[in-house]
């Protein structure tokens, strides 16, 4: 029941012809299926004919969620991390963890092929956990052996780790677990979940920062930012999306976004940081225009634990 409300519906739609696509209802409804969701995976509000290639797709996803199913018992993901550095000093002062899965017959699998597959699957939950923990245990080991100090250590957060009840009381058992100062773990979180500004979601922000645990907007920019919500939201950082960063200094629509970004996040008393940062020239414009932090392949590419930690080491010495 909406009175007086205007509803925009949208359809998602897989076709499939007879007799070439199947003999039989049974087999016309499977290959239908197979692509309707591949329209979906094309930003739906399409449709999409059924093809043959669609089947072998299909089944290699499949494959691909079992063989995830098992990735955690056979040790088979692993955290890197890549240095965030300070543009005043050229210092690392923190880290972001990105994950990466070690298949035992495909090698490495990139998080862009496998994550959508953990998201569909509901997958991604059990994976968000292991990173949860693995973070903390990894920044609890290099304050316990004195090898290194940061400031903080970024983990990703799932939008539907956050819908699910139960976060805030995982981060507690953690945080007593590791024995580390709650503002040392810092969760970054997708501008599209808090564009939501759900009660749930938004009360659910509030208990991590009560906590101690920071908060950060990742991708910012990429969703239709605005001060109306931003003013509301319990947040302590923004990441300016690389897309944006590409294009600086010489892309006029990349440097006023970027610009307007900075702007922002200043005037609502956020610290920013700049994702993918690849050239002096885009880091001294950075500092210029008042962005202090900033992380990407100028500085380090993400690193196994024990290389990031010679890798700080090094730049401390510097």
Known sequence: DLPDQTVNITASMGICVYPEDGSNASELLKNADAAMFHAKGLGRNTCQFY????????????????????????????????????LR???????????????????????????????????IIEIGDWVLEEGCRQLHKWYTEGSIELSHLALNVAAMQLSRGGLVARLAELLSKYEFQAGRLELEVTEGFVMEKTERSINQLVAIQELGVTLAIDDFGTG???????????MD????????????PHDSDDLAITKTILALGQGLGLRVIAEGVETQ??????????????????????LPADEFEAYVQRNRQS
């Not at 093809?51 to 494959?63: D, I, M, P, S, Y």
């Not at 690392?92 to 090698?107: D, M, P, Q």
């Not at 239709?224 to 319990?234: I, M, Q």
């Not at 020239?281 to 993400?302: D, T, W």
């Open 89 to 123: 000093t050229g210092k690392v002062v923190g880290a972001e963890a990105l994950i990466r899965w070690n298949h035992k017959v495909l090698g490495t699998v990139s998080p862009a092929r496998f994550i959508p597959i953990a998201e569909e699957s509901g997958l």
């Open 237 to 248: 950082k923004l990441k300016i999306d690389q897309s944006f960063i590409r294009g600086v």
């Open 281 to 302: 020239e885009q880091a001294s414009f950075l500092l210029e225009a008042g962005c202090e932090y900033a992380q990407g392949y100028l500085f380090s590419k993400p």
């Open 224 to 234: 239709y930012s605005s001060l109306s919500y931003l003013k509301d939201l319990p």
């Open 51 to 86: 093809t043959e290639e669609l089947t072998r797709k299909a089944f290699e996803v499949l494959l691909l969620e079992n063989d995830l199913r098992q990735a955690i018992e056979h040790n088979e993901l692993e955290l890197y991390y890549q240095p965030q550095v300070d």
